[in-house]
């Protein structure tokens, strides 16, 4: 593929009648606010993702500040109210949501209810859709893990097959839980570099294209949604 991530998942989202949830920095909308504005026309949720993306162990993080701005920007850039707020890195916290209570958003999705030893341990925490305060509006949905609390998003998509990602949405049906599947643009793009971990690279570009959608064909076109839509926005 010579184009970019963003246009492969238009026509694999076209090609299958999807809409999704994109989560976007505020960073990426100042300076791709073009690629910003056809996701929102093609009828996609975008959905705020902080400001810069460097938020695990970053010393100087201000939470409020990242929340804040991103919202003003994204929604700058579609004249539309930002209802969906996901930490970069997945660094959900209590203060987080406190903070996005109060500037007006109507969900997060920050919490991924597993273990990544560095990163954090949300193992004890619901797998399904839940208040995480009782004073606050904000609505929680987690990212999805498998039936034994492992990840089944993102990287481990490549890593361990699409087959896998499969068992386990499936899985998770059965038990009434909607499956919550991330990963990011630039994983449709294959990427060669010596200088990052194999994970990374491993199966980037038209392989995982192809998986996404035999993802998508292995539940069928209308068993896809956004995120806004999973809180009846």
């Given at each position: 593929?010579?184009?970019?991530?963003?246009?492969?998942?238009?026509?694999?989202?076209?090609?299958?009648?999807?809409?999704a949830t994109f989560f976007v920095t505020g960073?990426?909308?100042?300076?791709?606010?073009?690629?910003?504005?056809?996701?929102?026309?093609?009828?996609?949720?975008?959905?705020?993702?902080?400001?810069?993306?460097?938020?695990?162990?970053?010393?100087?993080?201000n939470i409020r500040e990242e929340v804040s701005?991103?919202?003003?920007?994204?929604?700058?850039?579609?004249?539309?109210?930002?209802?969906?707020?996901?930490?970069?890195?997945?660094?959900?916290?209590?203060?987080?949501?406190?903070?996005?209570?109060?500037?007006?958003?109507?969900?997060?999705?920050?919490?991924?209810?597993?273990?990544?030893?560095?990163?954090?341990?949300?193992?004890?925490?619901?797998?399904?859709?839940?208040?995480?305060?009782?004073?606050?509006?904000?609505?929680?949905?987690?990212?999805?893990?498998?039936?034994?609390?492992?990840?089944?998003?993102?990287?481990?998509?490549?890593?361990?097959?699409?087959?896998?990602?499969?068992?386990?949405?499936?899985?998770?049906?059965?038990?009434?839980?909607?499956?919550?599947?991330?990963?990011?643009?630039?994983?449709?793009?294959?990427?060669?570099?010596?200088?990052?971990?194999?994970?990374?690279?491993?199966?980037t570009g038209a392989p995982f294209a192809r998986?996404?959608?035999?993802?998508?064909?292995?539940?069928?076109?209308?068993?896809?949604?956004?995120?806004?839509?999973?809180?009846?926005?």
């Amino acid at each position: 593929y010579s184009r970019n991530g963003n246009e492969i998942l238009r026509m694999l989202f076209k090609k299958h009648d999807i809409k999704a949830t994109f989560f976007v920095t505020g960073f990426f909308g100042e300076r791709e606010s073009q690629q910003v504005k056809l996701l929102h026309n093609d009828g996609h949720e975008i959905a705020c993702h902080g400001y810069h993306h460097h938020w695990r162990g970053n010393k100087d993080l201000n939470i409020r500040e990242e929340v804040s701005k991103s919202k003003e920007i994204i929604g700058n850039i579609i004249n539309k109210k930002i209802n969906g707020f996901r930490a970069p890195q997945l660094q959900y916290s209590d203060e987080l949501i406190e903070i996005l209570n109060e500037e007006g958003f109507i969900y997060d999705s920050s919490l991924h209810p597993t273990y990544i030893p560095g990163a954090y341990n949300n193992i004890s925490q619901p797998i399904n859709i839940f208040k995480p305060m009782s004073d606050s509006n904000i609505v929680e949905i987690p990212v999805a893990v498998s039936p034994f609390r492992l990840p089944i998003g993102w990287m481990f998509m490549r890593l361990f097959g699409i087959n896998r990602t499969i068992r386990c949405c499936k899985s998770l049906i059965k038990k009434g839980i909607t499956p919550v599947i991330y990963s990011h643009s630039w994983e449709l793009v294959e990427v060669k570099s010596k200088n990052v971990p194999f994970y990374y690279t491993y199966r980037t570009g038209a392989p995982f294209a192809r998986d996404i959608e035999k993802l998508i064909q292995a539940f069928g076109s209308s068993a896809f949604t956004t995120a806004e839509n999973l809180v009846s926005v």
